[in-house]
C-alpha cells in the first residue's frame, strides 16, 4: 500500500519533533538523521518499535508532552509484569472517541441504539473505548464491564439493549446461555461489534444464529490509541482502517521487510497525531495482510483482513510454521466439527507430537471417520501429521477472556 501525501506530510511533521519531545525516541533515534527521511523508502529503513521497548520507558519515558498536557493514561499488562504506560493527551482522547464513532456508523448505528459495553474497564482501553465512542455517538450506554452473566441478561432484557460490545469468547458465552435459557425471543440485540481477536467463520456463524444479529469486527491495541481504529462493513470484507489517523504496512515477521498487498504478516502501525506517546513503525504481532481492490461499501478506507493469529502463538513443529487460523480454516470447512478447538504440542520419545481436539456432535461410531478426514484434511493443508481427537460438545473450556489454541508442552 503507497503512503499517501496526506500520510507523508505528517509523518515528516511527527519525525521533525519526536526526538526532542519523547525521550524515549531520542534515545532510540539517537544517530539517525530523521530529517532526511523525505520518501516512503527512506521510512521503510527506520527501526520498529517493539513493545519490550516500551516496557523500559516505564513509567512515563514514552511521554512525548509535559505532564501538565496528560489527561489520561492507560496500559497495558503482558506476561512478564512491567506494564506499559501511554500517555494521552486531550486531543489523543477526542481522536480516539471520533474514531470509535466511526465505527459504530460504519456498523449502522446511531442515537437511538442501546449499548451493552462488556469488555472491562480500568486502566485497560476496552470498556471505556467501548462508551466514549457510544457517548459521541448519542447512543445509550449500559456500562457492565465483564463477568456476571445473570445480571448481564437481566439488563439486556429489561434495558432492551440493542448492540453488544463484547470479545468474542464472551460473545460466545453470553448466546450460549441466551439459547440454553430459551429466551432469544425476549432480547432486542442487532448488532455486535466484537473486539478484535481471531475467531472462526463457525463460530462466528453460530453466534450471529445464537443471537440474531449482524457482526461486525472492531480493531485496535492499547499501545495505539485502544479499540476502535478500524472496523469490518456489512460487506464482511476485511476491516476498514481510519488511515487519516495511522499509517499501516504488513512485514514479513521474521525479516522485517515490507510485504506485497495481499500477503500475510504482521501489522505495523505509525500514529499520524497522536500527541501523548507518538509511535513509530510499532509492531502489533497481529497476522494479517493488506486487502487489494474496493469493497463493495464503498468506503474509501483501506482494509486489512481479520487478524488471522499473532506472531507469537506461531509455533515451529517439524521445520513447519503453523499458527490458529490454519486448523480454523480447515475445521471450520467439516460438516461434523464445531467451532472450538484444541492443539496439544507434545515431545515424546524423540518426536513431536500434535493432538488436535475438536467437539462434535456426531455420535461415537461415526467418530473415527471423521477423525481420519480431519487428519487427512489438516496433512493436505498444513503438511503436518496430527492426532486428531473428537469429544464431546462442551468438553473444551470456555474462557470469557482471548482464548489461547494452541499448547506447546515441548519446553
Ligand atoms: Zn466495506
Not at 6 to 34: H, M, N, W
Not at 83 to 96: L, N, Q, S
Not at 387 to 401: H, I, T, W, Y
Request: hydrophobic share 35%; glycine share 10%.
Amino acid at each position: 500500500m503507497r503512503m499517501n501525501d496526506y500520510q507523508a506530510e505528517k509523518i515528516r511533521g511527527v519525525l521533525s519533533t519526536i526526538k526532542d519531545k519523547s525521550p524515549f525516541y531520542g534515545e532510540k533515534f539517537k544517530g539517525i538523521d530523521l530529517s532526511g527521511v523525505r520518501t516512503q523508502e527512506d521510512f521503510e529503513r527506520l527501526p520498529f518499535t517493539d513493545k519490550e521497548e516500551l516496557r523500559g520507558a516505564y513509567p512515563l519515558g514514552l511521554s512525548a508532552v509535559p505532564e501538565r498536557e496528560i489527561v489520561r493514561i492507560h496500559s497495558s499488562s503482558g506476561t512478564t509484569g512491567v506494564p506499559v504506560i501511554i500517555p494521552y493527551t486531550k486531543k489523543d482522547v477526542e481522536d480516539w472517541g471520533t474514531m470509535f464513532e466511526r465505527c459504530y456508523r460504519m456498523a449502522g448505528l446511531g442515537p437511538d441504539d442501546i449499548v451493552q459495553v462488556t469488555p472491562g474497564y480500568g486502566l485497560w482501553t476496552a470498556g471505556i473505548g467501548f462508551q466514549y465512542g457510544a457517548e459521541k455517538l448519542g447512543a445509550m450506554v449500559i456500562p457492565m464491564g465483564p463477568g456476571n452473566t445473570d445480571k448481564q441478561i437481566k439488563m439486556m432484557t429489561d434495558l432492551h439493549s440493542t448492540v453488544l460490545g463484547s470479545t468474542s469468547s464472551y460473545a460466545l458465552l453470553l448466546s450460549e446461555e441466551i439459547k440454553k435459557r430459551g429466551i432469544k425471543d425476549k432480547i432486542s440485540l442487532r448488532k455486535g461489534v466484537i473486539g478484535s481477536e481471531r475467531w472462526g467463520d463457525k463460530m462466528r456463524q453460530r453466534i450471529a444464529d445464537d443471537l440474531g444479529v449482524e457482526l461486525y469486527d472492531i480493531y485496535g491495541l492499547t499501545e495505539i490509541y485502544g479499540p476502535g481504529i478500524g472496523i469490518s462493513c456489512s460487506y464482511e470484507n476485511g476491516i476498514h482502517m481510519w488511515d487519516d489517523y495511522l499509517y499501516f504496512e504488513v512485514v514479513d515477521p521474521r525479516t522485517g521487510e515490507v510485504l506485497p498487498d495481499g500477503q500475510v504478516g504482521e501489522l505495523v502501525i505509525t500514529t499520524l497525531l497522536k500527541e501523548g506517546a507518538p509511535l513509530i513503525r510499532y509492531r502489533t504481532h497481529d497476522l494479517t495482510r493488506i486487502m487489494t481492490g474496493d469493497c463493495p461499501c464503498g468506503a474509501r478506507y483501506p482494509r486489512i483482513d481479520i487478524i488471522t493469529g499473532r506472531t507469537d502463538d506461531m509455533v515451529k513443529v517439524r521445520g513447519t510454521n503453523i499458527f490458529p487460523a490454519q486448523f480454523d480454516g480447515v475445521l471450520s470447512g467439516m460438516e461434523d466439527v464445531e467451532s472450538e478447538y484444541q492443539v496439544m504440542i507434545d515431545h515424546l520419545e524423540g518426536k513431536d507430537i500434535v493432538t488436535v481436539f475438536f467437539e462434535t456432535k456426531a455420535p461415537e461410531k461415526k467418530r473415527p471417520a471423521i477423525e481420519k478426514e480431519a487428519m487427512r484434511r489438516l496433512k493436505e493443508a498444513i503438511s503436518i501429521t496430527v492426532v486428531p481427537k473428537a469429544v464431546n460438545v462442551g468438553d473444551l473450556p470456555r474462557s470469557e477472556k482471548k482464548t489461547n489454541r494452541i499448547f506447546d508442552n515441548r519446553y
